[in-house]
């Protein structure tokens, strides 16, 4: 009976090392490439769920990232479209300038900055023994990203450890190519409302020289900055 018991436990545990093989071999595919990383270009579809009217909002844009420091990360998000605007992260801020009525919105975000930086972050330049500290991370069964329907992927679960995190993120997921760079081909951030964002890349570029002026939030003369909760 001893003997049996101790059989059944050596399999239990290879059963959990052959589930965790996949996750540990990402994460280290994301450590090895997150100790190179200092900026990505791409474009990118972003997808609004709403749950409360169950509808669905669509932009397209162009993003470029690059990471000042560790957990700190400068962006510029060009939307493209009828309703162009263009969002900028930097110092922990983020302004919004939209052309058609010439005003820049300034958000501070102060001690909540460091929750910004992080999730910008997640999946480009975030080490997988980051994300392994700060997330209960999982591998989810694969479903193909539209318009890669012949890539494989790796579908990670990211639940944030810390009741801060959760107060904005519930969950995250990320579709990481099997094989190649470890950057994801697509994210979807969940809230505690219900509502989501899916974002969708293409065009990936990692560690292009970049204009001095590439992250500059551009804005004409005349236009006016308001400080929304101010």
């Known amino acids: 009976m001893l003997s049996r018991a101790f059989t059944t436990f050596l399999f239990l545990i290879n059963l959990s090392a052959a589930a965790d093989g996949p996750k540990d071999a990402i994460l280290a595919r ?17 997808v ?8 669905d909002s669509r ?4 993003v470029v990232m690059q990471k000042v420091a560790a957990g700190e ?18 110092n922990r801020k983020v302004r919004v300038y939209y052309p058609k009525i010439k005003i820049v919105q300034e958000f501070d975000l102060g001690k909540d900055g460091e929750q910004l930086d992080q999730f910008v972050m ?37 639940i944030p450890k810390t009741g801060e995190a959760r107060k904005y993120v519930t969950k995250l997921e990320l579709w990481i190519p099997e094989t190649g760079d470890p950057y ?11 509502d989501y964002r899916r974002i969708t890349y293409t065009g990936i570029k990692t ?15 005349g236009v006016k900055t308001e ?3 101010k």
Do not use: C, W
């Not at 609004?48 to 509808?55: L, Q």
């Not at 400068?74 to 930097?90: A, M, P």
């Not at 994801?184 to 219900?194: D, V």
């Open 73 to 90: 990360v400068r962006g510029l998000i060009d939307f493209l479209g009828q309703d162009k605007h263009t969002v900028s992260i930097e």
């Open 59 to 62: 932009e397209t844009g162009t």
């Open 207 to 221: 560690n292009q020289p970049l204009p001095a002026d590439a992250l500059q939030l551009k804005t004409p003369p």
């Open 122 to 158: 997640i999946g480009f330049g975030t080490s997988g023994t980051e994300l392994a500290k700060d997330y209960d991370v999982s591998v989810l069964p694969t479903e193909s990203v539209k318009g890669f329907e012949g890539v494989q992927t790796i579908r990670l679960q990211l």
């Open 30 to 46: 994301m450590d090895k490439a997150a100790s190179g990383f200092k900026n990505m270009t791409a474009r990118a579809t972003y």
């Open 227 to 229: 400080y929304p909760g």
């Open 184 to 194: 994801p081909l697509q994210e979807k951030i969940s809230e505690p409302s219900g």
């Open 48 to 55: 609004t769920h709403t749950d409360v009217i169950n509808e």
